[in-house]
């Protein structure tokens, strides 16, 4: 069986984006391969956070994984810093990873562009990443688009360390995507984000849902109901691709093209949908926000399996590197 892993930062809430690009693969994978699925705390300190806020921010996010479908009976669920293995396998791969391909990663580009000073944990970030993957030497990754990059350097430090030490000790991760690889932000411009604040989270409230879409980003050509849009380039219309019908997709894109319609009828049609989707969702959440010990107890469990494999590879890695051993 193949093992997967993938990872989710912290660093907000769980939006519709993460779920349409990444999540709802992992539910799917339960079944189909081993999975260890992590909530990454040490990569959502390379952003500013609010220390105080984080282990509330990490509950919540495990508590939207389960609502999603994540089902501890099927699949690891665990947060980093409860193995801190990560780390040093991350150290390790520091030694074997080229500079300039860091300095590259559009990310890292992107998250740093209005930075005075950078931390180098953001520079270092897909080491990080790499070592997350092979730490459990995991060959299969679902991840949106914006994460291609990142597995591609994750191969070339696993080809890199097998080089060194010249053997074939970690596999080369590929990447598994979904149809929806790069869902827009409700600005209509940039990838939908945690850290950009242009999200619908997964468990927003039928209000909130629609405080959000209805002055949400459309064709800048629909001035006003009286100006006929084009649906494709409208981030309204991709989003009801995921949530309509098809005959409700192909009625808004038609009303958009010969204005027979407006923007809001538009938003409102999707807003209902996305609102009858996600509701078990938000109930699941619900159930499980009144019972966060159980959630404690799923990542307790997860992170003890993780320590014990991590420990696997760990000790295999020091033996490759040539570190004297402990005790002797
Ligand atoms: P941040 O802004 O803090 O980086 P994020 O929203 O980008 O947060 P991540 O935790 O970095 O979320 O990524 C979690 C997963 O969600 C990754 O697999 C990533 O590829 C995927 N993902 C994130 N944003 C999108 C998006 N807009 N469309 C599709 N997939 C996405
Ligand atoms: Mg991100």
């Not at 907000?12 to 992590?38: K, S, T």
């Amino acid at each position: 069986m193949p093992r997967v892993f993938s990872g989710i930062q912290p660093s907000g809430e769980l939006h519709i984006g993460n779920y349409l690009g990444a999540v709802r693969n992992w539910v799917a994978l339960q079944d189909q391969a081993e999975c260890l699925f992590c909530i990454v705390d040490l990569h959502a300190v390379t952003q500013a956070y609010e220390p105080a806020d984080l282990p509330q921010r990490t509950l919540d996010m495990a508590i939207g994984l389960l609502a999603a479908g994540l089902d501890p009976a099927r699949c690891t669920l665990f947060v980093q810093s409860h193995v801190p293995q990560h780390a040093e396998l991350q150290w390790y791969f520091n030694t074997v990873t080229p500079l300039g391909e860091l300095e590259r990663m559009t990310q890292f580009k992107d998250k740093t562009a209005r930075l005075e000073s950078i931390p180098a944990g953001l520079l270092n970030y897909p080491i990080l990443q790499a070592a997350d993957i092979l730490l459990y030497r995991a060959d299969r990754v679902p991840v949106g688009e914006d994460q291609l990059q990142h597995l591609e350097l994750a191969r070339e430090i696993a080809r890199r360390f097998n080089a060194r030490y010249g053997r074939t000790f970690f596999p080369e991760p590929q990447p598994m995507l979904t149809g929806a690889t790069r869902i827009l932000g409700l600005d209509g411009q940039a990838k939908m984000s945690k850290s950009l604040g242009n999200t619908i989270g997964l468990l927003d409230s039928p209000e909130t849902i629609w405080e959000k879409l209805r002055p949400a980003m459309t064709d800048p050509a629909r001035k006003t109901k009286k100006d006929p849009g084009n649906p494709d380039v409208c981030n309204i219309w991709s989003l009801h691709r995921y949530f309509s019908s098809e005959s409700e997709v192909a009625t808004a894109a038609d009303k958009c093209r010969s204005a027979g319609w407006g923007c809001l009828d538009c938003k409102r049609v999707l807003a209902d949908n996305m609102i009858r989707e996600l509701a078990p969702m938000r109930e699941r959440a619900e159930a499980l926000r009144q019972h966060p010990e159980q959630v404690r107890d799923v990542l307790a469990a997860g992170a003890e399996r993780c320590r014990a494999l991590a420990d696997g590879t760990l000790a295999e890695v020091r033996r490759i590197m040539g570190f004297l051993p402990a005790g002797m």
